[in-house]
C-alpha cells in the first residue's frame, strides 16, 4: 500500500497519542508486594523447552462438538457487548475441521491502525494458516480505533475479549489450553493488561513497542511475555516518555532518537521487562545475545513453566520487525528491523507453553 494511503491513520495516531498515551505512558509499575502475589500462590503454566511445542493434551472447547467452520481467511465477524456490536477478522487454517483442537492468536492493532491495516503489518493470518492455528485481529472502538488498557473490571476492551473468546469457543474447534496474545504499540498495551487481568485464559504474551507492567497488574499466574521494543523507536521511547508527535501529526519523517543512547538498564520498557521478571520469579540479573549485529536477545532465568525475553533492536523504530509493509512507511514510523521476524519468533515463543490443567 503506498505511504500517502497510510498518511491519513499515521496523523490519527499522532493526534491520538498526544491526547490517549501521554497521561498513561509509563512502561514500568510497582512491583512491591501489594502489586505482585507471591509466584508460590500461584499455578505455574506448563512449558516445553526453545523450538518445541508443549505437547500436553488439549483442552477441547464446545465448538469441537457442533463447529461448522470451515477455512476462512480475513472473515469479519460480530460479537454483541453490553448492548454495542464489536467486530474482528478471523483467519483459520486450511486444515481445520471443527473437530481438532486449534491454538488462537489474538493480534491486536496498534492507535489508529484499525484491525484491517494491522492484518497488513504483522500478517498473522497467513503464518497462522502455515502453522495450524486460528488468528483473530479485533477492532478497537472509536473513529480513532483504540485500546482501553485500564486494570479496572469495568473495562469494556476487556469485557470485549472476554465475548470473543467465548463466541470462538463455541463457533470454532481450539484448544482453550493454548490461547494467546500479541499487538503492536497501543495492541502491545491491551496485550499486556490482558496478561495481567486474564491470566486465566492467554497462555503467554508478546507485546512489540509497547510492553508495560503496569501500577497494580497481579496475574493469577506467571505469564510468559515475550517484549521486542527498538532503541530508536520515535513515539513510544525506548527509555520511557512519548517522543515526536509533530512529526506524526504532519505526516513528515520524525526525529529519531540516538540509538546509542539507549539505557538497557534503564526507565522504560527495560523496566517493564524486569518487573514482569520479578513478577514471574525469574532471576534478576539476565543473560543477553547477541542475535545479529542489531539485535539482542535479553533473557531471564526463570521457574518452569514461565519465561520472559526481550528482543531489542538497536536503531529499531516505532515498527513491525520483518514487516515489508512497516518498511514501506518506516520514513515515518522510524526504521524497520529485518533481521526479525516478529510474527514467526512470537510464534514460536507462543507454541512452547500451555495453561496448566
Known amino acids: 500500500m503506498p505511504v500517502a494511503r497510510v498518511r491519513p491513520f499515521l496523523v490519527l495516531l499522532g493526534a491520538a497519542l498526544a491526547a490517549t498515551v501521554l497521561p498513561t505512558c509509563s512502561a514500568g509499575g510497582d512491583t512491591s508486594d501489594a502489586a505482585t502475589p507471591s509466584t508460590s500462590q500461584r499455578p505455574p503454566s506448563t512449558a516445553a523447552g526453545p523450538g518445541r511445542t508443549a505437547e500436553g493434551p488439549a483442552r477441547p472447547s464446545p465448538g469441537c462438538a457442533t463447529s461448522a467452520t470451515r477455512s476462512v481467511t480475513d472473515e469479519r465477524r460480530t460479537v454483541t457487548v453490553d448492548g454495542t456490536e464489536r467486530w474482528y477478522l478471523l483467519t483459520t487454517p486450511p486444515e481445520h475441521d471443527g473437530r481438532t483442537p486449534v491454538p488462537l492468536v489474538l493480534d491486536f492493532h496498534g492507535l489508529a491502525e484499525g484491525a484491517q491495516i494491522h492484518t497488513l503489518m504483522a500478517s498473522y493470518g497467513r503464518l497462522g494458516q502455515e502453522e495450524g492455528f486460528a488468528v483473530a485481529v479485533p477492532q478497537g472502538e472509536g473513529a480513532t480505533p483504540a485500546w482501553k488498557v485500564g486494570l479496572d473490571a469495568a473495562n469494556p476492551d476487556v ?20 490461547v494467546y496474545a500479541t499487538g503492536l504499540s497501543n495492541g502491545a498495551f491491551m496485550s499486556s493488561t490482558l496478561a495481567c487481568v486474564r491470566a486465566d485464559r492467554f497462555t503467554a504474551v508478546a507485546p512489540v513497542a509497547g510492553v508495560r507492567f503496569p501500577d497494580g497488574c497481579a496475574p493469577s499466574r506467571p505469564v510468559p511475555v515475550l517484549a521486542i521494543h527498538g532503541t530508536a523507536d520515535p513515539i513510544l521511547l525506548f527509555n520511557g516518555g512519548v517522543g515526536d508527535l509533530g512529526s506524526a501529526l504532519a505526516g513528515s519523517p520524525p526525529t529519531l532518537p540516538p540509538g546509542p543512547a539507549a539505557d538497557l538498564e534503564g526507565a522504560g520498557y527495560p523496566e ?19 542475535v545479529t549485529p542489531e539485535v539482542l536477545r535479553r533473557t531471564y532465568d526463570c521457574p518452569t513453566g514461565t519465561a520472559v525475553v526481550f528482543y531489542v533492536l538497536d536503531g529499531g523504530g516505532h515498527s513491525w520487525p520483518g514487516s515489508e509493509f512497516s518498511k514501506g512507511i518506516e520514513s515515518i514510523v522510524g526504521p524497520t528491523n529485518m533481521d526479525l521476524d516478529a510474527s514467526r519468533v512470537t510464534w514460536e515463543f507462543f507454541r512452547r507453553f500451555q495453561l496448566p490443567s
Open 272 to 290: 517493564a521487562v524486569r518487573d514482569w521478571a520479578a513478577a514471574d520469579g525469574c532471576a534478576a540479573v539476565p543473560t543477553d545475545t547477541r
Open 159 to 178: 469485557r470485549f475479549v472476554d465475548a470473543l473468546l467465548d463466541q470462538l469457543g463455541e463457533q470454532l474447534c481450539l484448544d482453550t489450553s493454548r
